[in-house]
């Protein structure tokens, strides 16, 4: 119950605590026994003469810490009362040393030891006399003589003089010690402060805060806070939007894509093919798969692709206002993200084998590349929360040792310990070995492994529920949430009239609790995000059937039907959709497959408990990252603190560092300046060359698809084909001279490795590769940080030997810290300038966007089917209409006197009709030809095919060889006895396939869409997907363990199921 108690207390409000806190620091008087009968029973000496030497008369305040020599057991340290440490006291004689008193016991180490700038702490050692009467005294009476001895610096003799003359000077002297206060059984610490009126009495009373600290108190309490409740929105955006996590862009090509391919449903179809694709890899192709439906099935088809639609990840491309040259952004995409494999040096060490030389003798292969990706990812874990082991480290230094003592001190006297939310924070209050920061440790790490060691599956999940809720967040409107809040509080208007007057306030008590749970939810991001993941975690993770939902949707009332229709409707009204192309909604599926009550409770026990493991490493991180930024804001307030405060023991050095960092911003500004015009007159260059460009972006947004742009080399350049890929996990377009993408706001942006290619051109006026410049930058960043160093080693020497004031030192610490400006903008030579208009840079431009070639994952793309001969004919009557044209346009361009007759230029004419026509007719005549070849081989191949019904039922199908030979569907022999098994290692991983009986010649397609595996019904599933098959290549694999090669050395690509049915035909080897 005291925990509950405790942290109901916690949350009170700010306001009410200020003016607790104020109420508390009351003054009142307190009269102290008289000192004389006690000096008279027991006299204190000290025993340290150099004592009053150590004393500086310039410190605002001191510290004593007493002990009594002549005793074993210090009764100082044993005492037990309502003084907390009464062996420790404070003396000063300034509201500078009574400020002091008022911060936290831990304010030097906050204050990085500034504030204590003119603090003495002094070990005092005494004595009582007679012999053992010091211990015999009660509390009270020790602490009354050591306030008489603190006040007077413990002097044993002082003039009646001295006295007189310092009458002023005492009156201003506080002489303070901490005590322990009973507030309602819970302890609260503070200080007693003394001092001595004009006529030597006693004046005590409690200690009188500072309204302006404890209004710094309250604030920085308040940044804890809000941190707590907008903490995720301090997450960079990269991390989870849409256009930066996968964008799909459309990339209309210049040539239309010519391929051969073949739609198979069934398992025992084969053909030979380039690239095979299964219905789980074409599953998120939602243009694509509605193509393929309406195209025949079981033969092969001529199809077009007019374009392509692709996949983008938003760190692949950049816009012309963000040049990736920061210092910062070098080092992670280097170190973190390991780009550095790219340089010459590391390219060969890093594709090396670990083992070296022995290699052979293990399995697995790990090279170098994988040992350091695995080791960033282990340091990437450890360092995030780095400054919260600061925090740790601070506590268990320099504060565990005063809170065990006043949780000690707490129960001796039997009081509760309270928590002051204002001076304390959670890790002290609970301790670092708390349960709840034991399940934090454990959760942050937990989720780590997860995320960078686990399968690609289970992170892929993970993944997904945490990026559509942090894009949800994203998505909030806030003006859309005062919209609705509004549309609330004008519904009586709407609904009443002028009766909403009378009816208003009552209305207003209802719906001013729904306005706050409103503004609560979609306006503090970490509640926001309690809900949106268990939300995400059921919807990614599957759903009941939908005939079980819609039967539980048919039973609800008809009151929870609209109620939960007008939630929706709120929830649609305050997200920003179709902001981004990409949306995580599509992409879900059923983690457990099946009906029945067993599965039902299987998929809601894991949406349980993906939901709750999101929810706990959330608030994990939220309450490391609170805890880390409140220690950041109060160093930065304790310390800005003692500056002000000591500004001429600290200014100069202060001034030192804002030099530092004053030159380190100019030295690497100016790279990114120089890069900042070099990528945007890249982009306007590349615009130019772009055609359509204008028409694209003068369409409005919201009619208007990301668009990207190959760009046309120049003629002598042959054009890059664009092929499909299958070399990685998805299939990829493998895409030449596509330099520009447009999105649909009309930002253009151009791809990083493009950029890359263009910082490597070194000719004069172009700035050159990024890291040289850097380098370039952190040499003269270099030598002004030594130069400024010895500038402050020399006013720090002759300050100190010629007694220079502090403000002389600051100003001769500024004058000297100006001369490497002065000397880089005024007598230094004009560096050479960005000149990016010469010809040969725009020369090395032309031949970088010639060979330019990337590879870009496929998002889907839009076939359709065509007539080669057709297609044929009119490419060759368009060709012939481009030269008619062309020879047209020259000849009206010719004087007068060469321009050829009008008889001449009708004969032209008729020339290339004729020609025209002449081709048409020959390529209908070999289509002709051909398809009566196939038929004629077709019909030798097989004589007469039977279907028969055999005594046990089963239909057969009998086929009847040229010498009258019948021989059955199901025998795995040809027609002249040769076995059709092919060997074990000519099996396809990807499934096995019987022959077809097309030629080779036309048995070969560019894409194979197989239909009759990869079940998509369980795309989610717990250990993954069980298809894994990767595609057969039409070249030959060398890779392949084991003796792939023929009797006669000829490799034969085809798939054969053993034992399925086999045609009765010969096989086909093709030669290498």
């Known amino acids: ?133 010091f211990g015999n005294l009660t509390s009270q009476e020790r602490v009354d003589i050591l306030r008489e001895k ?210 052979p003798h293990f399995r697995h292969k790990c090279t170098w590349h994988m040992c350091v990706k695995w080791l960033i990812k282990v340091l990437m874990l450890l360092l995030i929360p780095l400054p919260f082991y600061i925090r740790i480290v601070i506590y268990y230094k320099f504060e565990m040792e005063e809170l065990s003592n006043r949780r000690s001190a707490i129960a001796q006297l039997g009081l509760r310990e309270k928590f002051d939310m204002y001076r304390e924070n959670i890790v002290q209050y609970f301790t670092p070995t708390h349960p709840i920061f034991l399940v934090t440790y454990a959760f942050y790490f937990l989720s780590g492994l997860l995320i960078g060691f686990s399968g690609p599956c289970l992170r892929e999940k993970l993944k997904s529920v945490a990026m559509a809720a942090l894009s949800d967040m994203d998505s909030v409107s806030k003006t859309s949430v005062l919209q609705v809040i509004l549309r609330i509080s004008l519904w009586p208007f709407r609904k009443c009239g002028l009766l909403a007057l009378v009816f208003g306030p009552l209305y207003a008590i209802f719906a001013m609790p729904v306005c706050a749970v409103i503004i609560a939810i979609y306006c503090i991001p970490t509640i926001y995000l309690s809900y949106r993941l268990m939300y995400h975690s059921r919807k990614k993770l599957g759903q009941n059937m939908e005939s079980g939902s819609s039967n539980q949707s048919s039973e609800r009332p008809e009151t929870i039907k609209k109620i939960h229709k007008k939630l929706t409707s709120i929830d649609q009204n305050v997200h920003r959709r179709g902001q981004s192309s990409f949306d995580f909604d599509d992409r879900y599926s059923h983690c457990c497959s099946g009906n029945g009550q067993f599965c039902a409770f299987s998929r809601l026990l894991l949406q349980i408990t993906v939901g709750l493991f999101c929810l706990t490493v959330m608030f994990a991180t939220v309450l490391i990252f609170t805890e880390a930024t409140g220690l950041c804001v109060e160093v930065m307030a304790f310390t800005m603190m003692g500056i002000i405060v000591n500004a001429g023991s600290t200014l100069r050095y202060v001034t030192m560092a804002l030099l530092v960092l004053v030159y380190m911003h100019n030295c690497y500004d100016n790279v990114y300046e120089n890069y900042l015009i070099f990528n945007k007159t890249i982009i306007e260059e590349i615009t130019e060359k772009v055609e359509d460009l204008k028409k694209i972006a003068s369409l409005p947004s919201s009619m208007q698809e990301n668009a990207a742009f190959q760009v046309k080399p120049i003629e002598a350049v042959d054009e890059i084909p664009t092929t499909l890929s299958m070399e990685k996990k998805e299939p990829r377009w493998k895409i030449g001279h596509l330099l520009l993408f447009l999105d649909s706001y009309d930002t253009p942006r151009i791809p990083l490795k493009l950029f890359k290619k263009f910082c490597e051109i070194r000719v004069h006026g172009a700035p050159g590769p990024v890291y040289i410049n850097l380098l370039r930058a952190t040499g003269k960043f270099s030598i002004i940080v030594v130069f400024l160093f010895f500038v402050m080693l020399v006013v720090m020497a002759f300050g100190s030997t010629h007694q220079i004031s502090s403000t002389n030192q600051t100003l001769a610490t500024l004058a000297g810290g100006f001369v490497p400006m002065l000397l880089k903008n005024v007598l230094s030579s004009k560096s050479v300038r960005l000149n990016l208009q010469t010809l040969s840079f725009k020369g090395q431009i032309d031949e970088i966007v010639a060979e330019f070639k990337q590879y870009w994952p496929v998002y889907d793309f839009v076939v359709e089917q065509y007539d080669p001969v057709e297609e044929a004919a009119k490419e060759a009557e368009q060709k012939a209409k481009e030269e008619e044209d062309k020879e047209l346009e020259k000849d009206r361009n010719k004087e007068k006197g060469n321009v050829k007759d009008k008889a001449d230029r009708e004969q032209e004419k008729a020339k290339y009709k004729s020609t025209n026509s002449d081709k048409c007719e020959i390529m209908d005549t070999e289509k002709e030809k051909r398809d009566t070849n196939e038929n004629d081989k077709l019909s030798s191949c097989y004589k007469k095919i039977q279907r028969v019904t055999a005594e046990n039922g089963n239909v057969a199908t009998l086929m009847i060889d040229e010498d009258g030979n019948v021989r059955r569907h199901t025998e795995t022999t040809t027609v002249d006895g040769t076995s059709l098994l092919p060997p074990p290692y000519l099996l396809d991983r990807r499934g096995s396939r019987k022959l077809s009986i097309i030629e080779p010649d036309d048995n070969f397609v560019d894409l194979f869409i197989d239909l009759g595996v990869g079940d998509i019904e369980n795309m989610w599933q717990l250990y993954g997907s069980s298809e894994s098959i990767p595609s057969m290549t039409m070249w030959n694999d060398e890779s392949r363990d084991g003796n792939l090669e023929l009797p006669y050395k000829q490799p034969v690509y085809h798939v054969v199921n053993q034992g399925l049915p086999m045609p009765a035909i010969k096989i086909y080897s093709i030669p290498p």
């Open 150 to 359: 603190s006040f007077d610096s413990f002097r044993t003799i002082s003039t009646e003089k001295t006295e007189t003359n310092s009458d002023t000077r005492r009156e201003n002297i506080y002489v303070c010690n901490a005590v322990i206060e009973n507030h309602g059984d819970f302890a609260d610490f503070g200080n007693m402060c003394c001092s001595k009126d004009s006529d030597g009495k006693w004046l005590c009373s409690e200690q009188v805060e500072n309204f302006w600290i404890t209004v710094l108190y309250v604030c920085i309490a308040l940044v804890k806070v809000t941190m707590f409740l907008f903490g995720p929105l301090l997450l960079p955006s990269q991390l989870y939007t849409a256009a930066y996590v996968a964008s799909e862009y459309v990339v209309k090509l210049k040539k239309d894509l010519k391929m051969k391919m073949f739609i198979s449903e069934s398992t025992q179809t084969s053909v030979r093919y380039k690239n095979r694709l299964t219905l789980e890899e074409i599953s998120d192709w939602k243009k694509f798969r509605e193509c393929i439906e309406n195209l025949p099935k079981e033969q092969i088809v001529h199809v077009k692709v007019p374009e392509l639609r692709i996949k983008v990840k938003g760190k692949r491309i950049i816009p012309e206002d963000d040049p990736p040259t920061g210092l910062l952004r070098t080092l992670y995409d280097n170190i973190v993200r390991c780009k550095i494999k790219a340089l010459d040096p590391f390219t060969e060490c890093c594709d090396r084998s670990i083992y070296a030389s022995v290699q």
């Open 1 to 133: 119950m005291d925990k509950v108690y405790n942290d109901v207390f916690w949350v009170t409000p700010f306001v009410l605590g200020i003016i607790y806190s104020v109420a508390a620091a009351s003054v009142h008087s307190i009269q102290p026994p008289s000192n004389k009968d006690i000096s008279s029973k027991c006299e204190v000496l000290l025993l340290n003469e150099t004592f009053f030497h150590q004393m500086s008369s310039q410190a605002v305040m001191h510290i004593f810490h007493v002990h009594m020599s002549n005793y074993s057991e210090d009764p100082l340290y044993t005492d037990v009362s309502q003084y907390y440490k009464p062996w420790k006291w404070y003396r000063t004689s300034s509201g500078h040393g009574k400020t002091l008193l008022t911060l936290s016991f831990n304010f030097d180490i906050l204050s990085m030891t500034i504030l204590t700038i003119g603090i003495q702490t002094l070990d005092v050692y005494l004595t009582d006399k007679p012999f053992g009467c």
